[in-house]
Every structure is written in structure tokens, then in C-alpha cells.
């Protein structure tokens, strides 16, 4: 038996995965806008993924006999003045969730709701894969500078993500 905490708990989470899709979603459209075709594609790949994140939450809350509530998506930014400062953003919004999920793991042992703990394993992980991805992509940013041949090179590297 999932709790009522737990399942609202889920809920926000299952929220906070479709602002993180709405998210990436705007920063692709402004990376595209910027001319970056390369990171135009990577955030829309990353948008795909987060709504993945959110249905694995839904098929979850299913799997224990329990509908899914959806919230409005809101105040979400739309431009960014540049690449750097938008993955800046997302880092910093993957630690944030990577935070939440945290809070998720001690509430469900707390509870000793040890399937929702299994389940939320997944999901430890894939925050060590998101922190890593976004970084890696700042770090490179912030090396490249101004070097306008550099940055166009890297972008068009970033078409290659499936
Ligand atoms: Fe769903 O991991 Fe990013 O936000």
C-alpha cells in the first residue's frame, strides 16, 4: 500500500518532469533561434527524455492502482542570452531535481515503502548521467569562449546525440 504522502509526493515529481520538458523544449526553440542547430537537437532529445522520466512516474503510480494527477506547467523562461547561460540553467535545474529525487528516496524509507525505493533507484542514477551531461557541455562552453569556429564545430557535435 503506496501512502498519501508518498502519492503526492510522486505527483509533484511527476510535475516537476513535465517543467523540465517544457523546459528544454523553450531552450531548444531559443537555441534554434541563436542558430545552434547542433543544441537546438540535443534539447530536443532532452525534452523527449523528460517526458520519459514523467510517463515512468504515471506507469508507476498505475502499476499501484493509482491515477496520475496532472498541474499546470507554469512560468517557464523562453530566451536565454546566450548558449552558455542557458546550460548554465539546466545544470542548475538537473541539481535541483537531482535534490528532489533525493528527498523522494528519504520519504519512501522513512516510510519503509521499500518498492517505491526500488523504483526511485532508476532514477538516482540517471541524475548522475543528467548533472554530468549538462556540465560537461558548460565546461566545454566556458573553454571555448569566444571562438566563434570553435563553437560551431562543437555544436554541429551535438547533432550526433540519438
Ligand atoms: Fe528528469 O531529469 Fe532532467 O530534469
Partial sequence: MISKKMIDDINAQ??????????????????WRMGCRGMNHWLRK???????HAYKFIDYLESRHV????????DVPKKWKSPKEMFEQALEHERKITERID?????????????????LQYFVGEQVEEEASAMEIVDTLKCLGDDIAALYAYDTSLLARE
Fill in 103 to 119: 528527498a523522494l528516496c528519504r520519504a519512501a524509507m522513512s516510510e519503509g515503502d521499500y518498492a517505491t525505493f526500488h523504483f
Fill in 46 to 52: 532532452q525534452h523527449e527524455e523528460e517526458m520519459q
Fill in 14 to 31: 511527476i510535475n516537476a518532469e513535465m517543467y523540465a520538458a517544457q523546459l528544454y523544449l523553450a531552450m531548444s526553440i531559443d537555441a
Fill in 67 to 74: 491515477e496520475a494527477e496532472l498541474a499546470d506547467i507554469t
